[in-house]
């Protein structure tokens, strides 16, 4: 597992790198990166998904890092039909996003993290759902 989630999170750089044209405040950064840029609030938010994922697996939650996957494919669409990756990018970061989701376990049962006890439900059940339906039958009503 531990090998899978290095990859991701190379994967989770890559990223980064590919929509490293971002536009943020950084001076630095502007000066480093010529060419295409891709919205520094969309590029941010594709590579907080991505890292999402890595973490999630890392945790061991392949269930939620499907999930969390599906997001960031969803986002990336977006972000590509709606004109804000620059056709420099878009082979770059779809191939990310699809070997980051190929590289994500089949959800399972045993793949969940078990469910969070927050305390209900303990002790006797009260009302109906206590009693149990006693049917009579023809025989038993002589």
Same mark, same amino acid.
């Given at each position: 597992? &531990?090998?899978?989630? #290095?990859?991701?999170? $190379?994967?989770?750089?890559?990223?980064?790198? $590919?929509?490293?044209?971002? @536009? !943020? =405040?950084?001076?630095?950064?502007? &000066?480093?990166?010529? @060419?295409? %840029? *891709?919205? @520094?609030? #969309?590029? =941010?938010?594709?590579?907080?998904?991505?890292?999402? #994922?890595?973490?999630?697996?890392?945790? !061991?939650?392949?269930?939620? $890092?499907?999930? +969390? $996957?599906? &997001?960031?494919?969803? !986002?990336? +669409?977006?972000?590509? =039909?709606? /004109? %804000?990756?620059?056709?420099?990018?878009?082979?770059?970061?779809? /191939?990310? #996003? =699809?070997? *980051?989701?190929?590289? *994500?376990?089949?959800? +399972?049962?045993?793949?969940?993290?078990?469910?969070?006890?927050?305390?209900? /439900?303990?002790? %006797?059940?009260?009302?109906?759902?206590?009693? %149990?339906?006693?049917?009579?039958?023809?025989? !038993?009503?002589?």
């Amino acid at each position: 597992m &531990r090998s899978r989630s #290095v990859w991701l999170t $190379a994967c989770s750089a890559a990223l980064a790198v $590919a929509v490293g044209g971002c @536009g !943020g =405040n950084d001076s630095e950064t502007q &000066r480093q990166v010529a @060419g295409p %840029k *891709i919205e @520094g609030a #969309v590029a =941010n938010e594709l590579a907080s998904l991505s890292d999402e #994922v890595a973490q999630q697996l890392e945790d !061991g939650d392949s269930c939620a $890092a499907r999930k +969390t $996957a599906a &997001r960031l494919r969803d !986002g990336v +669409t977006e972000a590509i =039909n709606g /004109g %804000k990756v620059p056709d420099v990018y878009l082979e770059d970061l779809s /191939g990310v #996003v =699809n070997e *980051i989701e190929a590289q *994500i376990p089949e959800c +399972t049962a045993s793949s969940a993290p078990p469910p969070k006890d927050d305390g209900k /439900g303990k002790g %006797k059940k009260k009302g109906h759902a206590a009693k %149990k339906d006693k049917k009579t039958t023809p025989e !038993g009503d002589r």
